[in-house]
Every structure is written in structure tokens, then in C-alpha cells.
């Protein structure tokens, strides 16, 4: 058995060689020889799945380290037979405290308290879930966007017109797909209040780049069009601008790679199918207050001395996200 990987998966090395034989390789310099005779994939975003990688190749799985799989041409792996699986949820704490810190920051800047501002939340799943339960503990009033979920379950939420023009912070946590393409263009910034704020820590193309250039609303951004070529205007804008790591805590990354390393194990029969890095402590969530939260979150993350060196150096965004010291999650 050949399992091709993405060198950057962190805690992978060693897991699978005394079953398999594991040849990693930069996620971007992933072949179609490399893939020939590979029965298993396990990638990250960097690696485009796709009929010019996997037309005549053996693989009968891809294991995608992400929540995202935009990067995955599904359409063609269905028809090739090809499963594949993600670590949907994996990293939504570590987003979770993104979010946190940049809601902490402008706290900081503007003086303001939780109560006093609306935060519109586009896309409730793993991610939003977990920043709507706990920004409503801290007092901010929520307003919620999740067309899919809405038709399921008639949970209330509203359009996304109805959050652009009613937030004063909007956070969006969508999957990149063909409705969220683009969803947040120059329409939708003119819906927007005067001095608003706009968080990205999904996927860049869902929101156009020239759109976001007006003075009308600030801008933190972790995801960014064009990445790693990002646009250099958009970067001196945003008050927070870090290289796509809103979700890389320690407990994130080694819960990726064990979904990851799981899913593999129970398709091939392999005998890992608890594993968990054993380098690391899982997290549990736990209650903290927003005073507890703001006197705490910068030691853990910081996204002024984290927006620094992108900022100081755009050309280097993808060593910063490979060399990334991942953060650890604490509530």
C-alpha cells in the first residue's frame, strides 16, 4: 500500500510507515507520478485534486486535513470512485479564538462593551456555532445567516442582507462554494453601516478584494483571494492581516491529522483507528467571562504582533503559514 502526503500535516511522520508506504511531498508539488500508484492521498488546500492529478492513478481515497474542500474537484472523484473525507469542525476553536482576539481588539480600540454592539454571523456550522454561543454570553447581540441550515431546521436565522445592514460586526465562516463565490461584492458592502466591521477567517474568495478597499468599513483578514498572492492594498488596509492561520491552534492541527489518519486507518483496515497524536493534550471547551477573555487572549493570540510580519513581508505569506508556532487552545 502507497500513501502519497503533504509534508506539512503536522504529526503524521511515522504514523503510517509500519503499514504503508508514505512518500511526502510539498502539498503544491504533488504530481500525477506521485500519484500514479498511490492507493491514498492525505492533502491539504495547497494540493488541487482534479482530473490533471488523478486520471489513471490507483487512488481510492483523499483525506483532506481541512474543513475546506474547495480544492477537490468532488464531482470527479465521484465519478472515479474516489471517497473523500475532511476534518469538518477540526480547528473550530482555534477560530474561535481569532475571532475572539479581533473582537477584543476592537473592544480595545473603539471602547465599546459587548452590549453595545450587534455581531452578524454568516454560516452557523462548526465554526459559527461555537462564535454565536459564546459572543452571546459575553452580551453582544447576535444576528444569524445560514440559508441551508434555515431550510432544515427553521431556526430564524435571516438573510444576508438583513445581517449586512442590521451588524456592526459581520464574521463570516461559510464553505467556499458556487453561492458563496463573491458573496460579499460592492453590493453588499453598500448594504453595510458607516464604520462597520468585517471579519474573513473562511475562505478569500468569498469576498471580492476590491470591494473591500472602501473607507466605509474596517476589515480583519485571515483568508485572502489570490493567496499566497495577496493583494498588497487590501493587506496595508486590514487592521488585523494574518496568513491564513485563523485556525491553527496545536489542538486544531492534531485534531486534523487525527481525522485524517482515522478515516485512512478505517477505510484500509488499518489498526490506528483511535489514534490521536500522543504529543498532544486534547482541549475541552469551558465558560470564560469577556473580562476573563480580553485580559487573557493576547498571550495566546495576538493579532497585532501576528499581522506584523505579513504585513513587513507579503512576499514570505506562505513560510509564515508553514512555520506558523501553532497556538494552544485555553477555553
Known amino acids: 500500500m502507497k500513501i502519497v502526503a503533504d509534508r506539512a500535516i503536522p504529526f503524521l511522520d511515522g504514523v503510517f510507515e509500519p503499514y504503508a508506504e508514505v512518500v511526502y511531498r510539498n502539498g503544491d508539488k504533488i504530481s500525477a507520478d506521485d500519484v500514479r500508484d498511490a492507493d491514498a492521498l492525505i492533502i491539504r488546500t495547497r494540493t488541487r485534486c482534479d482530473a490533471k492529478l488523478l486520471d489513471g492513478s490507483a487512488v481510492k481515497l483523499i483525506a483532506t486535513a481541512t474543513i475546506g474542500f474547495d480544492h477537490i474537484d468532488l464531482r470527479y472523484c ?19 479564538q481569532w475571532v475572539a482576539a479581533a473582537l477584543a481588539l476592537l473592544s480595545k480600540r473603539e471602547q465599546f462593551a459587548p452590549t453595545e454592539r ?17 459572543a452571546e454570553a459575553w452580551g453582544f447581540r447576535t444576528i444569524c445567516c445560514d440559508p441551508p441550515r434555515e431550510a432544515r431546521e427553521h431556526l430564524g436565522f435571516v438573510s444576508l ?9 459581520v464574521t463570516l465562516h461559510v464553505p467556499l ?25 473562511s475562505r478569500g474568495e468569498v469576498a471580492k478584494t476590491e470591494s473591500l478597499l472602501t473607507d466605509k468599513i474596517a476589515c480583519a483578514i485571515d483568508v485572502w483571494e ?11 488596509k486590514a487592521f488585523i492581516a494574518t496568513p491564513h492561520i ?19 486507518a478505517s477505510f484500509f483496515g488499518i489498526p490506528l ?3 490521536y497524536p500522543p504529543q498532544v493534550e486534547s482541549a475541552t471547551r469551558k465558560e470564560i467571562s469577556w473580562q476573563q477573555m480580553c485580559s487573557t487572549i493576547f498571550d495566546y493570540c495576538d ?26 487552545e485555553y477555553f
Open 78 to 96: 465521484r465519478r472515479a470512485g474516489i471517497i473523500v473525507t475532511t476534518a469538518a469542525g477540526c480547528n473550530a476553536a482555534g477560530v474561535l
Open 118 to 134: 450587534t455581531l452578524g454571523i454568516v454560516g452557523v456550522g462548526s465554526v459559527g456555532r461555537l462564535v454565536k454561543e459564546y
Open 161 to 169: 442582507e438583513e445581517v449586512l445592514r442590521k451588524a456592526d460586526i
Open 177 to 201: 462554494d458556487n453561492k458563496t463565490r463573491g458573496m460579499i461584492d460592492s453590493e453588499a458592502i453598500a448594504l453595510m453601516r458607516e464604520g462597520a466591521v468585517l471579519l474573513n477567517a
Open 226 to 236: 489570490g493567496e499566497p498572492n495577496i493583494d498588497r492594498r487590501l493587506l496595508d
Open 246 to 264: 485563523a485556525g491553527y491552534s496545536l489542538q486544531g492541527k492534531a485534531n486534523a491529522t487525527a481525522m485524517s489518519v482515522r478515516a485512512v
Open 273 to 275: 483507528i483511535g489514534w
Open 303 to 328: 493579532p497585532t504582533a501576528e499581522s506584523r510580519p505579513l504585513k513587513e513581508s507579503p512576499e514570505a505569506f506562505e513560510q509564515l503559514r508553514n512555520k506558523y508556532a501553532y497556538r494552544r
